[in-house]
Nanobody, 124 residues
Framework: QVQLVESGGGLVQAGGSLRLSCTVS????????MGWFRQAPGKEREFVAN????????YYADSVKGRFTISSDNAKNTVYLQMNSLKPEDTAVYYC?????????????????WGQGTQVTVSS
């Protein structure tokens, strides 16, 4: 059984930082891509960042490029999302997910297992 457990969300002022963590169990972590998505109230779930732990390739949404950094610790089966220079528009529930065998890396349909989500709120 594949499980993803996220942590690290919270309330922060604009310009602040947070680091999200996502620990995966039940799957060989390094064999699969990992992604972070977010969903704000009334909006669709959107891509934030992706990493391939085996090779270290990363991809980012334009809206977070230069502010967010995705990384992984293969020994801990954990992927991180370091978020700096946070803006009120970054407020959302953040989800991590494991990349499936098909589909693109920047769409939710490309991922097969999801965490429960962690709330990030950025105040102005």
């Amino acid at each position: 059984q594949v499980q993803l457990v996220e942590s690290g969300g919270g309330l922060v002022q604009a310009g602040g930082s947070l680091r999200l963590s996502c620990t995966v169990s039940g799957r060989t972590f390094s064999n699969y891509g990992m992604g972070w998505f977010r969903q704000a109230p009334g909006k669709e779930r959107e891509f934030v960042a992706n990493i391939w732990p085996s090779g270290g390739m990363t991809y980012y949404a334009d809206s977070v490029k230069g502010r967010f950094t995705i990384s992984s610790d293969n020994a801990k089966n954990t992927v991180y999302l370091q978020m700096n220079s946070l803006k009120p528009e970054d407020t959302a529930v953040y989800y991590c997910a494991t990349k499936g065998q098909s589909g693109t890396y920047n769409r939710p349909s490309g991922y097969d297992y999801w965490g429960q989500g962690t709330q990030v709120t950025v105040s102005s």
